[in-house]
């Protein structure tokens, strides 16, 4: 079975600074995905970034990129610019590519803290 | 378009009571996902729908919680007997299919259990 970790329950960071969130996970497959999602206070789990395990090439959206290390089962979420709507928890999640049952198996998710 | 609905948002029941949560997931998606997500915890997998076919219920527990997707559109999870612990929010997914594909979440029902 696969897991995901999460070894910082909390991060904070000034506004307009970067931070990074860390996730490990563990797996015997060579072809899945990553995930970061994000979730505010109101509850409704919204996907950031995405990165599949075959590209080598770390995935990026706007203020939100990755650092993807294969070998190292290593899967980071760098946020430049921090900016107070980002405050929320974030989870890392991973997601088998075999065919059929891929529900997402989640970390145990950082409180992301903002001060302004 | 319309997102992931669910209802009720909250609930609130007595142990041993039973309680059932529904959702509507986004049109032509044809693969459905059901998460408890424990206060404190990410999201766990209860099951996992294709159109109204079950592809993996294994963390289900299927003594009190059963789930079905008729016509392979809306869903209902329903729990018989509640216990203490199974107070958490349960999240609805769904994505246009399975693989590759985006999940999208609903926003949710809280349910306490007395």
């Known amino acids: 079975a696969q897991t995901v970790t999460q070894s910082q329950p909390e991060m904070s960071v000034q506004e307009a600074e970067t931070v990074t969130l860390s996730c490990t996970y563990d797996?015997?497959?060579?072809?899945?995905?990553l995930f970061w999602y994000k979730q505010p206070p109101s509850r409704q789990m919204i996907l950031v970034i995405r990165?599949?395990?075959?590209?080598?090439q770390n995935a990026t959206e706007n203020r939100f990129s990755v650092n993807f290390q294969k070998a190292a089962k290593s899967f980071s979420l760098k946020i430049s610019d921090s900016q107070l709507g980002d405050a929320a928890m974030y989870f890392c999640?991973?997601?088998?590519?075999?065919?059929?049952?891929?529900?997402?198996?989640f970390g145990k998710g950082t409180h992301l803290i903002i001060q302004p | 378009e319309a997102g992931v609905a669910q209802s009720p948002r909250y609930k609130i029941i007595e142990k041993r009571q039973s309680v059932a949560f529904w959702c509507n997931p986004i049109?032509?998606?044809?693969?459905l996902y059901w998460y408890q997500q424990i206060l404190g915890q990410g999201p766990k997998l209860l099951i996992q729908?294709?159109?109204?076919?079950?592809?993996?219920d294994s963390q289900l527990p299927k003594d009190r919680f059963s789930a079905e997707r008729l016509k392979g559109v809306d869903s209902t999870l329903k729990i018989q007997p509640a216990k203490l612990e199974d107070s958490a929010v349960y999240l609805c997914?769904?994505?246009?299919?399975?693989?590759?594909?985006?999940?999208?979440f609903g926003p949710g029902t809280r349910l306490t259990v007395t």
């Open positions: 997914a769904s994505s246009l299919d399975w693989g590759y594909y985006e999940q999208y």
């Open positions: 797996t015997s497959e060579s072809d899945y995905y």
């Open positions: 990165q599949e395990a075959y590209k080598q």
């Open positions: 999640a991973y997601r088998s590519a075999r065919g059929g049952a891929d529900g997402l198996t």
């Open positions: 049109s032509g998606h044809a693969t």
């Open positions: 729908f294709q159109n109204n076919g079950v592809v993996d």
